[in-house]
C-alpha cells in the first residue's frame, strides 16, 4: 500500500547547497544509512525570535560526527543557515541538523565510509506549548552502555530502543516509561531526561554514559540553581518499599523538543495508573515546586528568566541570549 511521505508541517531542508521544500527523498535503498544506521543529528527549537542553545546543539551534533564522518560543517556555518531557514518560518518549530553516510567502506559494507559523509539541516514548524501531564511506567528495557552502544553520541541507531519502550509503555496503557540502566539505576524516560522533587530538593540521574545528559537539561539545573533551589546529581534504583511508598516526591522532564512537563501518574507494570511507586522515585504528591512547572518550563526552554510566566523565578527584561545576530 503506498504511504503519503509528504511533510506533516511546512518543512524546509539545507541540503547540497540549497533549501528544499517539504520531504525531498535524500537517502535510497542502497545507502548506508537507510540499513545500516548511520545517522547523527541533534535537536533545538526556535520560537518568538529566539532558538536556545542554538550554538551548543550546533556543536553537539559535530561532536557526534566525528565518531565516523568526515567533513563535518563548522557548528557556525550550521547555525548561520539556521537562521536563514528560520526566516522562512512564521511559526514555532525544530531543527535537527544531521549527518549520514551514503557508502559503506570498501571490503566492509557495515562500516561507514567517512569519505560519503552527507549533511542535512532540516526545519519543520512544530508549535510550542503542546505539553500535558502524562502517565508513567517503568519499562522492563533498559540503556546500554558505552561498551554495548554508540551511548556517548546522538544518533539514530538508539531510538528504536526508544521506540520500542514507547510502544510497550502505551499498550500497558501509558504514555512513557521511566527507563534504567544496566545497573538498575533510574537513567531517565524512554525520550527525555528526568527530575525528582522531594522536600524542595531537586535530584536527576547522575550521568554515567548510558544517557544522553542533555543540553536542555543543563539548563534547567542552571536555573534552578540561580533561583535558589539545591539540585543533585544521584543514582536512584528501582525500590518498592513501604517508605518509598510513603515518600511524597514529584517527577518533572526536560527535554528541547518541548518543554519540560510533569507525569500526571505512575505505576510499574501490571499496576494501573496512579498505583504504586515511581519506581525509585517515590509516590507522587502533588507540591510547590512541581505545580508552578508547567510554566517555568517555558522560561527553561528559553534559557532566559525574561520569559518566566510563574512567579518560581524573577522576572525581567526579554533576555535576547541566542537570537538571531
Sequence with gaps: MAVDTS???????YVDGEWISGNPPLIGPVSHAMWLGSTVFDGARWFDGIAPDLDAHCRRVNRSAAIWHEGAVSAEEI?????EGIGQFDGDGNLPPMYWAEH?????????????????LCLF????HTAKPHSLTLSPYRRPTPECAMTDAKTGSLYP??????VEARARGFDNALVRDMNGNIAETASSNVFMVKDGVVFTPAANRTFLAGITRARVIG???EAGYEVRRSHAVDRD???ERSSPRQLFQSRAGQQARQPRTAGGPGRPQGAGTLHGLGTQHPGRLTLRLPTFPYNTIAGCRGLCRAPLLPSGEKCRANARR
Excluded at 511533510?7 to 531542508?13: D, L, N, P
Design 161 to 166: 530502543n526508544s521506540g520500542r519502550m514507547i
Design 125 to 128: 514548524e512544530a508549535p510550542m
Design 7 to 13: 511533510a506533516r508541517t511546512t518543512t524546509w531542508t
Design 223 to 225: 536555573l534552578l540553581r
Design 241 to 243: 518499599s513501604d517508605a
Design 104 to 120: 559503506g567502506e570498501v571490503g566492509s559494507v557495515v562500516a561507514p565510509d567517512p569519505a560519503s559523509t552527507r549533511f542535512a
Design 79 to 83: 547555525e548561520r543557515l539556521t537562521w
